[in-house]
């Protein structure tokens, strides 16, 4: 998706972090063989248009990038899960939630 931003470095979640202090962001942790994970996919992209714009959206193929993964847990206090979505405003997660809970509306609620 065009509005996603690939998470594949440490260097850019970090800065994601920062740049919640001035807009929203959304981590989609993706496990790429999961039909869960495609499902959930699957709905934030029927639904993106609820959340485009209000936040800067970062897609994270935990399969290909699993110390990545396991930074955003460590370093923001959530459980590993996947698929997962956390959202973060002034540095601190506000929202998090995984599997079939995905859901973009309740997504654009947190923002």
């Given at each position: 998706m065009h509005q996603w931003n690939t998470l594949?470095?440490?260097?850019?979640f970090y800065t994601l972090?920062?740049?919640?202090a001035e807009k929203p962001q959304i981590i989609f942790k993706d496990s790429t063989t999961c039909g869960i994970s495609a499902h959930a996919k699957y709905k934030l992209q029927s639904g993106f248009e609820q959340i485009a714009g209000k936040a800067a959206f970062h897609y994270l193929d935990l399969q290909a990038f699993r110390p990545i993964s396991n930074l955003i847990a460590q370093e923001l206090?959530?459980?590993h899960q996947s698929p997962q979505i956390i959202v973060l405003k002034d540095k601190k997660?506000?929202?998090?939630?995984?599997?079939?809970a995905i859901d973009p509306g309740a997504i654009a609620r947190h923002l």
């Open positions: 594949t470095e440490k260097e850019a972090v920062e740049d919640s206090k959530v459980t997660v506000v929202y998090t939630t995984s599997h079939h």
